[in-house]
Structure formats: C-alpha cells, structure tokens
DNA sequence: CTAAAATATGAATGATTACTCATATTTTAA
DNA sequence: TTAAAATATGAGTAATCATTCATATTTTAG
C-alpha cells in the first residue's frame, strides 16, 4: 500500500484529444512561468491559456502542486539528455578538456529557459514532493567521471568533489544568465569556468 | 518631485512606544520567514506574532513589500559589517590566507540566519525594488582588494573575476548550509572553496 | 489642565484563487 | 445503433489575504 503522493496525476490520458489537452496545459504553464513569473501562475489562468477549462485541468493534475512538478520532471529529462550527449566519447580527452565540454553542455542547458528552470528550482528546494531527480541524475555522470579518472585528481573526498564542481558551475552559469553578463556571449565565462575547476581538479 | 517608492515607510516612529512597535513587528517577521516560511508569511500573521493590531503594522509599512524591504536592509547591513571586521589588518597576509579569512567570514554570515537570507535573496532577485546593495557592498571590498594584488594574480577582467569568486562562495556555502553536509562542522568545505578560490586567482 | 498630535485597534471590504461538481458532449466498442 | 466510458465545461464555493478606515487610547507640549 504505497501511500500516493498528493502530486500523483489524477487519471491517465487515453485518447488523443485528451492527451492533446495536456500538453497545452503543459505549454501554457511552462509559458506563463517564465513570461509572467510564479505569482501569476494561476490554475484558472493556465486553463485559460491553454484554451481549456478550468476542470479539464483538474482532470489531470489534482493540484497546483502537481502541475509544477510535471514540469520539473520535463526539465529533469531535458537535463539529463544534453548531460549524456556530452559526456560519451570522452575517454581519449584530458580532464580539462573534459571539464570544458560539461561547462559547454551546462551553458547550453541552462541557456534554453533559464526562468522556467530557475522556478522550478526554488520550489524544488521549498517543497519536499519535488524530484531533486535533475541534479542527482546529472551528478552521477559526473560522478563516474570523476571515479574513472580518480589517480589523475587532487581531492580525495569524491562526494564533496562533485558537490563543489556541480554547484560551481550551476550557479556561476545560472547567474551569468539571469543577470545577463557579456562574458556569456563571448566565451569568457565558459573559459574561466572550465579554468577554475581544472585547476581545482588536476593534480599539479 | 522623486516619485516615492512604494516601499517608502509610511511614518517615522517618534516616540519610543511607536519605536518598539516596529521592532516587534521586524522581529516577528524574520521569525515568522524562517520558521513557517514564505508561504506563511502573511501580514495579519505577522502583526499577531508581534503583538501588535494589523492597523499597527499598516501605520508604518505601507505593504507587505515594505516589511520585505525593509528586513532586507537590516540583513545587507549585518552583512557589511562582517565583511569589514573580516578585511582588515590584512596587508600582511598572502593572497591564500586572505581568500580563508573571506571564506570564513562568508561561512560565518550565512550560518547567522540562513533561511531568512536565502528568502529575501530570492525576493530580491525577483523584485527590482529590493535593494541589492547587500552583495554590491561586500563585492566592492572585494574588488578592492583584488585592485591592491592586482600584480600577483592570474586573471586579467577585474569585473569577471569579482563576479566568479563571490558568485562561487556565495552558492556554495548557502548550499551547504542549506543541505546540512557534514563538511561544513569539519572545517572540509573551507578548507576546499580556499583552495579552489586561491588556485584560481594566484599566478602560478 | 487641555487640545493637538501620535499611536493603536480590529472589524469590515474587496479581490483573488484553488478547487469542486453537476451536467453536457464526444468517443469507443460491442 | 447504443450504452457505457472518457472527456470537457464553467459557474459556484469556501478560504485566504492585503489593505482600509472610523474610532479609541495615549503621549506631548503649551
């Protein structure tokens, strides 16, 4: 008896049209977000964008909560993707050149919709319900990486190592983003990072 | 004719009665923001938590952005001053024992009330309102003292490298804290952001 | 002592919003 | 063809909350 989470989706969409339905409910949440911010996300007015009514929304998610974590789960696997392409074939590279291709794949992940992601990541962090799946998955990655290439690296402690590296380079890219530094467009930020880290990483 | 802000105090308290009012109202908003959270943060809450009528709280915060605003300020202002007592007397000392005196400090400021300042960052970020002198400050003793080293480090943009040294401390210690790691108590995560900070800014 | 100024009160207002439910329409499958 | 299942509708409900205002109490100053 697996106590279900209040953010369980309500029924599954079986036809077409209904599945049609949710997605523009997605989209229109996932628009308002991060064209009019969280405190005009409202269910009736997502409803209302995604040209649907009130209960069909209702239909679906059983609560506010629930909307927001279908998009975090959207986001998670966005993440984890561009995470994975970017970090195959990579075994004949250095780790600097390693650490260069992550902070490229970061960028390019966050650039894609920086305030969709930084919304979600606030009320991952608020709420308990929401999957801190994105990072964790994304953090295995690098942490394999790290542990193939462990008698090259400086630090000892792996875990504090990928937490000092993964926290790093997310926020130093989120905030570049958001505050919309110049050093984005031209590549400054992405070889400081990658300098940054290296040196943290590699054993002199 | 400057437009008065909206978070503009309604009336400066005069007598002491008055003064204690608003005290008890500040009071019991950090209180109700790092206890119950955000969420919760509502003014009729706040006034009773005070021990003060809701018209009380109205005579001298126009709005709930004020009593915001104005938490703020108090927090930007402790923050300074455990910059500054942090950053002198340091003529002496290497650039790597510098970057520890400002970890430490960094370490020490956010351990004070975490939540509360994690809070009106966010707020701050998403209002325009709020002011963000609290970072500018301490970035400026910062930036002041990378001026005076200028010859001994390795980056060139002043400006970037302002940017990505308080950027990483900030985030990773906020984090930590947040997440309760075990390398907070032990002393490892200073001892990491020192080394990861000075590798990055020292000449080689 | 007294009137004006400062301060305090809290019920009431109006607006917003998450969510429900009774009913209507459409699709499926037999 | 038809009944059941799936899907859609949106006015309505109840709760919450920021803010106001008319009134009451306290302090100050002359």
Do not use: C
């Amino acid at each position: 008896m697996t106590p279900k989470l209040d953010s369980t989706p309500r029924k599954q969409p079986k036809q077409d049209r209904s599945q049609a339905t949710v997605e523009a409910i997605l989209m229109a949440a996932a628009h308002i977000l991060t064209e009019l911010g969280l405190d005009s996300f409202t269910t009736n007015r997502v409803a209302e964008r995604a040209g649907v009514s009130i209960g069909s929304l209702y239909q679906y998610f059983p609560n506010k909560k629930a909307l927001l974590f279908a998009l975090a789960q959207q986001d998670a696997e966005k993440m984890q993707q561009l995470a994975q392409e970017h970090l195959t074939n990579v075994e004949h590279l250095t780790i600097a050149q390693v650490v260069q291709q992550i902070v490229r794949a970061a960028i390019a992940a966050h650039s894609a919709n920086p305030r969709l992601h930084q919304v979600l990541h606030e009320q991952i962090s608020r709420d308990q319900v929401m999957p801190a799946a994105a990072e964790s998955q994304v953090e295995n990655l690098l942490r394999s990486f790290l542990e193939q290439r462990r008698d090259q690296l400086k630090p000892e402690n792996l875990d504090l190592t990928v937490f000092m590296v993964s926290r790093t380079i997310e926020s130093l890219i989120q905030r570049a983003i958001l505050d919309r530094t110049p050093w984005l467009e031209s590549g400054e930020l992405e070889a400081e990072i990658t300098r940054l880290i290296s040196g943290y990483l590699v054993k002199s």
